[in-house]
Every structure is written in structure tokens, then in C-alpha cells.
């Protein structure tokens, strides 16, 4: 796949399939890696037998080694892997049976078809395919995701926010970046490296710094106006006072308008 998307001049992304190595995924030029995988196996001393499957949080932390993981990690940076962790949907997927979604109050924008068929899809799969070690395992897998994802960082790995769209684990497309951002800074990001990893890094990424991705003069004018700093507090960035969308102002009164329509669309979709 590598080699036939250099020939067509493409750029490949996504997950590192189960029988590849992160390691060799990186050095073949795979531009990004989403969810973190093939990093945990990549950083076990049970990797040759996770190619094959019978992988898991339990296991993952049993086996973590810590020289792979900075040979892995320094191997990513040296090959500007970027990593896209969706934070928000690993821990919906680890710990999907630990959290209680029923009294988000974004729930509302979810479509219906979600909320009744998608959702408990998905939930079902999970609790019995994924979810089967002890929940306290699980917990402890998602904070080790945090601590891997901060040392990376640390490390000079590039990185993006991202959340998925997949409708298993509450993930709202939109709202739950907002997590996302919280949850970089847990990592170990400050509010503005976790602010770049939304709009500056993906500019970069894509090749498209000389438009968008920084306010400059010339650039497209898609801004988010708060009423806080989130460099004091990245959970300022839900305080949106306005947006610019392509130069037009879209007052505060006008996205509450938007959002109703969106409540209501998503009762009967």
C-alpha cells in the first residue's frame, strides 16, 4: 500500500494493520498512525506474538518495556510519525462499561438512530470482544495512554487532535474535541501546544500553512471567539462567544439558533 501511494502521489494515513509493526509502518513512510495503534505492541516485549493477535490492556501492561518504548518513540520523532491519539474515543472504548453517558447534556444533538441502534451496536461488540479485562486494568491502560502519548510529545513526535466519528462511545463530532484538548493537557501539553495541535499542526500537516492554521493577514478567516483565555484554562475553549466562518460573523445568538436545529433534526434522523 506504501509503495503504491508513493507511485500515485498519495499520503498514506490511518491505522497500523494488525500483522505490521508501528516500527516498520514509520520507517516505510506511513504519515500518520490513529488511536495509537500498533504503539503499545511496538512497545512490548510480546510484540512478535500480538502480531497474531491475543493482544489486550492486560497484556500491553504486563509486557511494556520501557528502552522499546523510547526506541519506538525516538524512531517516530526521527521519522516525523504523526499521532493522532483520539484520546476521548480510547477511553469511551476501554472503559465504555465504567461511564455513565446518559446524562450528557450534548446527548441531545446525537442522532436518534444512534442513540437506539448505533450506539448500543457498538457498546454490545465492545463489552464482549474488547472489554473483557477487569475494569481496574482497563483504567490503568488509560492513564498508561495518557503517560505514552506525553512522552512522545516530549519527544519531538508530532501531533494532531482528533476524535473519530464512530457512534459507539458518545463521541459527538464538534463537542468532543473540546475533550480532546482536556485531555492533551493531561498528557502533558500546555493549553496552547494543545490549542496548535488543532489548528497550526494540521496546516502543517496538510501543507496548507501559507492559508490557514495561524491568524495572519491573507489567511482564510475561520475563527473561534472566546469570552476566556484558554491559555489560563484549556476548558475556556467551550466559552465560544462567536465564530468567523469565512469572513461572515456568526453571532452567539445565531450558533444557539443553529444548535436548536440541530436538536431537532438529530429527534427525527
Keep these: 500500500m506504501v509503495d503504491e501511494a508513493r507511485k500515485q502521489g498519495l499520503i498514506l ?44 490492556p492486560k497484556r500491553f501492561l504486563e509486557t511494556y518495556n520501557e528502552p522499546r518504548a523510547r526506541a519506538l518513540i525516538a524512531r517516530f520523532a526521527r521519522n516525523r510519525t504523526w499521532q493522532v491519539p ?38 454490545e461488540s465492545i463489552v464482549k470482544e474488547l ?52 485531555y492533551l493537557v493531561r498528557a502533558g501539553f500546555t493549553p496552547l501546544e494543545a490549542l496548535q495541535a488543532a489548528t497550526r499542526n494540521p496546516a502543517e500537516f496538510l501543507g496548507l500553512q501559507d492559508q490557514m492554521g495561524t491568524i495572519e493577514a491573507g489567511k482564510l478567516a475561520n475563527l473561534v471567539l472566546l469570552n476566556a483565555n484558554p491559555l489560563e484554562d484549556i476548558k475556556n475553549t ?19 439558533q443553529l444548535l436548536a436545529q440541530a436538536e431537532s433534526f438529530s429527534k427525527s434522523h
Excluded at 93 to 119: G, V
Excluded at 238 to 256: F, K, P, Q
Design 238 to 256: 467551550r466559552r465560544i462567544s462567536a465564530v468567523v466562518l469565512g469572513g461572515r460573523l456568526l453571532s452567539r445568538a445565531e450558533l444557539d
Design 13 to 56: 494515513v490511518g491505522h497500523v494493520p494488525d500483522a505490521v509493526r508501528a516500527s516498520e509502518a514509520s520507517d516505510a513512510g506511513q504519515k500518520s498512525i490513529e488511536h495509537l495503534t500498533g504503539v503499545f505492541e511496538g512497545c512490548s516485549t510480546a510484540e512478535d506474538d500480538f502480531l497474531n493477535g491475543n493482544k489486550g
Design 86 to 123: 483520539t484520546l476521548v474515543w480510547e477511553r469511551g472504548q476501554w472503559l465504555i462499561d465504567d461511564i455513565d453517558t446518559s446524562r450528557d447534556p450534548l446527548l441531545k444533538y446525537a442522532p436518534s438512530s444512534w442513540r437506539n441502534k448505533t450506539w448500543p451496536m457498538f457498546t
Design 131 to 182: 472489554d473483557t479485562d477487569d475494569v481496574s486494568i482497563r483504567r490503568r491502560f488509560v492513564q498508561k495512554e495518557l503517560e505514552i502519548v506525553g512522552a512522545m510529545h516530549r519527544a519531538g513526535v508530532p501531533f494532531m487532535a482528533g476524535t473519530d466519528a464512530a457512534a459507539g462511545v458518545d463521541v459527538l463530532p464538534g463537542f468532543s474535541l473540546h475533550q480532546e484538548l482536556e
